[in-house]
Each structure stands twice: as C-alpha cells, then as structure tokens.
DNA sequence: TATGAATGCTTAGGTGCCTAACTATTTGGA
DNA sequence: TCCAAATAGTTAGGCACCTAAGCATTCATA
C-alpha cells in the first residue's frame, strides 16, 4: 500500500468535509457533516452488497423484500398493501411482481372482493426460494455485525433510529 | 394514529426478525439480524432522501458527488480517476458526465497526455452550482445528525465504520 | 519493430426505483 | 339516481447503477 493510496470512496475525511465547508465560508460543524456523508456513503455500500448477496439466489433486495413481506402475511396481499409495507410506490411493486411472477414465485389473482384489485400469492415455488435461502442469508446477515458487542448493537439501534428520525431533514419543506 | 398503523418499512421489528428465525429452525440471532436489517432499510431510506434532497438543485447524488470530487480537485479530472474515487464504474460516470454536461455544469476535453483519454473540467457554471446549493446543503446535513450529542456522533462513526468492514461478509466467497 | 496485452472510454442491455398519466372500478354526495 | 372523486393497477419515461462487449490507443516485449 502505497502512502497515497485510494481512499475509501465510502468514507471521507473530517479534513475533506472541513475543507469544503471553509470554501464557502460557512459555519457548519465539520463532525455533523462528516457523520452525515458517511452515513449515505454506507447505505450507498450495503445498497450494493445486498444485492449481491440477494443475487446468489436469483432475487434482488427488492424482489426479497416482496417474497418475506408475502410470506409474513400467509402469502397472499394486494399490489397496494405490498407498496404500503415495502415502503416503495405502487409502480415499483407492478415491475417486482412481474419478475417474479416470471421465475414462478408469485402469481396474481384477481380480488374477489374488489373488481379493480389483484391478489398476489406466493407459490410453492416462492416458498421453496425463501427456505432454501434462508440459512444462509441468515448466516451472512450475522457475520456482517459480528465486529460488534451485544452491548455496541444496542447502542446502534438506538443511535441509527435517531439519526432515522433525522432524515426528514434533508427531504422536508 | 390508530393502534394498527402501518409499521416504518425501513424499521423491522425484533418479533418479526425473531419469527423469521425461528420459521426454518435457525439459530441465527435475532438482534444481530434486526441490526442488519435495520441498515439496509435505512441505507435504502437515506438514498431516497439523498435524490430528494439534491434534486432541489436540479441534480442527483451521483451527479453532485461527481461535481464536488472534481472541485477538490482542481475542477479537473479523468473519468477513470472519477470512477476510483467516487467507487463507482466507468460505465456510470459516462452517464453522469452526459448528464452534466449537457447541462453546461462540466465539459470534456481530449487528454494532452493520453490519446485514449479524456479529462472532465468544472465549468464555471458548475462551480456556480456548487456555490450556491452549499449554504443549504450543509445545514441540512447538520440538521440530519443535530438528534445526536457530539459523543454520540463519535461513537456512531466508530460503530458504523465497524459494520461497514463487515459488508464484506455479505458479498465474500 | 511489430504484435499482443493492457488501458480508457463508450455502448448495449439489464434491474430497481421514481413520478405522472391513463384505464377501470367503486364510492359517496347532490 | 347519477356523476364526480377516490382508488387499484398498469404503462411510459426518466435516472443511477451494474456487467459485458466493443473500439481506439498505448505499452511491453519477443
């Protein structure tokens, strides 16, 4: 390793973040900033670490999401109530349920009970995909942690929750 | 708020990590999935408001990061350095140049030095940019983390720098 | 010196996510 | 009762990201 190495795109520097603040000649606390870009340099990683993780069986993290959140609910919910509990559009959950009704892990029924809706159920197949998944990703998902205490994950649940909660800062007005 | 409101999607809940668990008679443990789970809802929740907020600018997280990396540089650089140090592929910063540049915020150039290259310049208008979006930028990141003490600010850059390293875990073998 | 390997960048095609607009159906109020 | 508003789902178009494959140019070496 040389001593100019690539910095970890991930993590920038309290220096860089003091430096672009004095550009402009604002106040703003370097530390505040610093923990903020890490925090979006981290999720833009795990973004992509779950889907290479999700990617081993032949799903995405989006496409996951979908088959537990069916499961968790006796493998059968409507396109909306999907949307409402992934927390993506309803638009999305139409172009997830497409794929993986064309692997045959899910399938769409029309609603008895509402001429305009869609059921969508999980397929043996579906299930299949989720046990055969499971241990491992289970597995994966520990180790990922695994450089931190009880005690430290904690603290982290508590911590991460409260800058959550933040995030309505950067989108609010 | 009725008792059955709509769960936070990004927030999974120990009972649920715990049922998932214990559907295939795994021994995984349930806090250390929930801390998992827990960041990559809230790296994908972060992503979002990231586009949020930097498409008040009339840009996008990539687009930003790729303006302010070159900034620090000089305002100038090749895509390839572009691609290392913003930890992306070439591919894509092709596409975020196309973009920029199509709105007058950076402009190629032919490589002196290098018949294959190329080298991307800040244009005026793309410094302008930056200068402008940097007072409300900043405050909204401090404003993002502002839910945490200085203390706590340092434990969360320690402990999120330890998950990070775990990442790998998820993608390895 | 000539040629194959490495490098720089773009293109093509895939996925996920979004918003906005469109169709079909249901619901509720004048 | 009837018609407008709300709701369910899809479609269309956009952006960011990826990998793989394609050119062009430069480098290294036989």
Redesign the interface.
Known sequence: MTPHH??????PSLE?AR???A??G?T??P??????????G??????Q??E??FGRFGLS?GRYRLL?DL??HGGEKSPSQLA????VSRATVTGLVDGLEREGLVARRPSTEDGRGNVVILTARGADRL?EL??EH???????????S?E??????D?????????????ED
């Not at 289970?138 to 931190?148: D, H, P």
């Open positions: 690539q910095a970890d795109p991930a993590a860089q430096r672009q603040i550009r402009y604002l703003a606390d530390q505040a900033v610093l923990v903020a870009a890490r925090l979006m981290a999720g833009a990683r795990i973004g670490a779950g290479v993780h993290t537990a499961e968790d409402a509990s992934l927390g046990r499971a241990p289970f597995a994966r998902m520990q180790s990922m942690v695994e450089g931190l009880v430290e994950r904690t603290v982290f649940l911590l991460l929750a409260r800058i959550v909660a933040g995030i309505e800062a950067l989108t």
